[in-house]
RNA sequence: GCCGGUGUAGCUCAAUGGUAGAGCAACGGUUUUGUAAACCGUAGGUUGCGGGUUCGAAUCCCAUCACCGGCUCCA
C-alpha cells in the first residue's frame, strides 16, 4: 500500500504507507535527508520523524528555512535543561519555551543561586551532550497517572502540574537518548524537536534571573536561564554583536556621554531631569508636534496637574487604576491627587458648554504630564518612569465621523514616524473576555478602527481579545535603525468615559447623543520617546534635532573674527551654533565634536577668509571642501527644513 | 514589590584585611594649531548612607538607599 503526498511545489509523490517525513526526504533526495531537520506536515512544524498520512501536504525543513530556527532553539532549551539537572541534580525544572531569537529555561535550584561561573559550567555540558548527538524520540503516554506518579516520585511537581492540566490533550513525552538507544533524560513536552542534538552547533547562554511559576508572584520563586542558538557560528556572532551595538546605544550610558538627563537619589527614582541638551531636542519635537497637530484641526488645552479626588471617583480611575495612582494629599480637608491620566481633564473642557453636532469634531491636545506609581524594580532610565508627559488628545465626535476621525490620526502617525525614520506595525486589539458596554457598540467601533486601516491601506495584524475592558484600539509597534521592536502609538474608541461622565452632544434632531470619545498618543511620553530616539540615532540626531548644530573651529586666533560672522549668520537662519575658541589643536576640537555627535563642524583658517566660508566637515562623511557661507546657508537650511533622518 | 548582581574622584576603571591609585575630564601655564587626543603642572575621595567585627575595613557581617539584569506591569 502506498500514500500519496503534497509537496511544496504542487507536485504529488507516493510513498509507502508507514513513511515518516524522514523517509520522504530520503526518496526526494539524499542530501535533503542529510539536512532535514523536521517537517511542515499541513501547516504545523512536526518532528522529522512523524507517520505521514495519505493527501498529507508536506514540506521538509531544513536550516535553510526561516522557521526551522524554531526546532533548534526548543531543542536547545531541552539540553540546557539535561545540563542543568546533570550539574545540580537537585534541580526541578519548570518550563523552556523559545522566544524572539532565542529560548529560556525555568528551574527551581534548591538552596543554589546561580552565578556567572555556573552558565560557563552549564555551557561546557551542553555542548557535550549536543556533541554525543542524542537523539530525541516523542513517545505518547499512554498511562498518564503512572507517569504522573513517576514525575512526583522524582519531586518534578511543575512537570507534574502540566502534565495533570494536559492530560486530556494527548500528551507526550520526549526521551533523549544515547547512541546505544537508552534513554539518559526525558521531559514533558508538546515538540516539536530536531531529531538529534549534533544540530546544536552555536548558543550561548546570556543571562539568568528570577521569576515566578506561571509568572505568579504568590508561586514558587524561580530561576530563569537566557540562551540564544542559531543554525551556524556566523548567525551566533552576528547576533552577539548586535546586542552589543544594542548596549552602545543605551540611552542611559549615551547620556552620560553626551550630557543629556538625569535621575537623583535626592529627588527620587523614575523622576527625570532634562539637560540642555536634551530639552533643546525636546522642545524642537514639540515644536514640530505642535504644527502638525494645528494643521489637522486640533487645539491645544492645558490642565491641571492635580485634581480632586472627585474626579477620579466619577472617571472611575481611583478603581480600576488607584494602584498606580499616588496617595491623596490634603488640600483643605478634601483629598487631593496626582493626575494619572489627562482625559477627565479634557472631559471637563468640553462639558463647560453645550456642544451642538456642527461643533464636532472637537480635538483637545495636551502634551499633559502625568505621574502614575511604577514598582521601583520597573524603572528604566528615560522609558520607565514615575512623572512623564503623554502627547495626549481626546477627540470627540459623532458616530458618523468616528472611522474619518480614525483615519486622520492614523495618518498624523504615518506622518509623525516617518519623519523620525521609524517603520511601523498595526495591531487592531479587539473585544477581551472581560469588557464593558454593550456589543453593538463594540462592533461598530472594531469595525471603524478596521475600515479606517483598511481604507488607508494600513495592514492590520488581529490581537483578538487584546482590547482594553473599555475600548478596542490599534496599536503601533516600531522598528528602530537596528530593527528592536518599540512602543508606539495607540488609538483608542472609548466606550466608557462618555457614560461615566455623560458626555453629550445635541443632534440635528435636536435631542441629546451620547458623544464618541477617542483617545490617542502618537509618541507616547516624551519621555519613553526621546528616550528611544536617542536609541534610534545612537546619539546622532539629525541636523533639524541635534541641540548643536555646528560648531566653529578656528585654526588660529586671527580668524576668530570670521569665525564670529560664520557664527552669526548661521544663528541669524535659527540654527543653533558656537566657535571653539579653545587654544587646542584643530585635531583635538574635531575629535571632541565626533564624540559629541555634532553634525557639522566648519573649520575657518587663512583659505576659508579669502574664500567667504568655512571648510565643511560632516560627521559622518567627513571633511566635504570649502564653500562659502551663502551655499552652506543653503546647504543647511534644505537639509533642516526636509527634516532628513 | 520579588530574585540575583553592582555601588571607589565629574567619567571609565585599579587596589581582596595593612598609608585609596591611574587615564580622561576640570583648573593654571606653555603652545597658534589644517580634519578623531600638543606639552608641563595643580587640585580632586569620610570608598552610596548607617551600624557592627577587628589592633586595623573599600575589602568581612548586618541594615538601608540607589542602580543593573529579569519577573510583573505599562506611556
Known sequence: MEIQVNLPDGSKRSIEQSATAADLAKSIAQGLYRKAVGAVINGEIRDLFTPLADGDTVKILTPDNPESIELLRHTSAHVMAQAVQNIFPKAKIAIGPTIQDGFYYDFDIPEHALTPEDLDKIEVEMKRIADSNQRLVRFNIPDVDAQLSEFREQGEKYKAELLEEHRDHEPTLYHMQDKDGKTVWNDLCRGPHLPSTNHIKAFKLLKFSGSYWRGDEKKDHLQRIYATAWWTKKDLDDYLLKLEEAEKRDHRKLSKQLDLFSVHDEVGPGLVFWHPNLATVRAVIEDYWRDEHRKRGYDFVFTPHIASEELYKISGHLESYGENMYSAMDIDGMPYRCKPMNCPGHIMIYKTRLRSYR???????????????????????????????????????????????????????????????????????????????????????????????????????????????????????????????????????????????????????????????????????????????????????????????????????????????????????????????????????????????????????????????????????????????????????????????
Not at 484 to 495: A, H
Not at 525 to 554: D, K, N, T
Not at 589 to 615: F, H, S, T, W
Not at 622 to 638: Q, S, V, Y
Request: aromatic share 10%.
Open 359 to 645: 461643533d464636532l469634531p472637537l480635538r483637545f491636545a495636551e502634551l499633559g504630564t502625568v505621574y502614575r506609581y511604577e514598582r521601583s524594580g520597573v524603572l528604566h532610565g528615560m522609558l520607565r518612569v514615575r512623572g512623564f508627559t503623554q502627547d495626549d488628545s481626546h477627540i470627540f465626535c459623532t458616530p458618523e465621523q468616528l472611522e474619518g476621525e480614525i483615519n486622520g490620526i492614523l495618518d498624523l502617525i504615518d506622518a509623525l514616524m516617518s519623519t523620525f525614520g521609524y517603520t511601523y506595525k498595526a495591531y487592531l486589539a479587539t473585544r477581551p473576555e472581560k469588557f464593558i458596554g454593550d456589543i453593538a457598540e463594540w462592533d461598530f467601533a472594531t469595525e471603524a478602527l478596521r475600515n479606517a486601516a483598511k481604507s488607508r491601506g494600513l495592514e492590520c495584524e488581529i490581537d483578538e481579545g487584546g482590547g482594553a475592558f473599555y475600548a478596542p484600539k490599534i496599536d503601533i509597534k516600531l522598528y528602530d535603525a537596528i530593527g528592536r521592536e518599540w512602543q508606539g502609538p495607540t488609538v483608542q474608541v472609548d466606550l466608557n468615559l462618555p457614560n461615566r461622565f455623560d458626555v453629550n452632544f445635541i443632534g440635528d434632531d435636536n435631542s441629546r447623543h451620547k458623544v464618541i470619545m477617542i483617545h490617542r498618543a502618537v509618541l507616547g511620553s516624551m519621555e519613553r520617546f526621546v528616550g528611544g530616539l536617542i536609541e534610534h540615532y545612537a546619539g546622532a540626531f539629525p541636523l533639524w534635532l541635534a541641540p548643536q548644530q555646528a560648531i566653529v573651529l578656528p585654526i588660529a586666533d586671527r580668524h576668530y573674527e570670521h569665525g564670529e560672522k560664520v557664527v552669526k549668520e548661521l544663528k541669524e537662519m535659527g540654527m543653533r551654533v558656537k566657535m571653539d575658541t579653545r587654544s587646542e589643536t584643530v585635531n583635538y576640537r574635531i575629535r571632541e565634536a565626533q564624540v559629541e555627535q555634532v553634525p557639522y563642524m566648519l573649520v575657518v583658517g587663512d583659505k576659508e577668509v579669502a574664500a567667504d566660508g568655512a571648510a565643511v566637515r560632516h560627521r559622518r562623511e567627513g571633511d566635504l571642501g570649502i564653500l562659502n557661507l551663502a551655499d552652506i546657508k543653503t546647504k543647511f537650511k534644505e537639509e533642516i527644513d526636509s527634516k532628513k533622518v
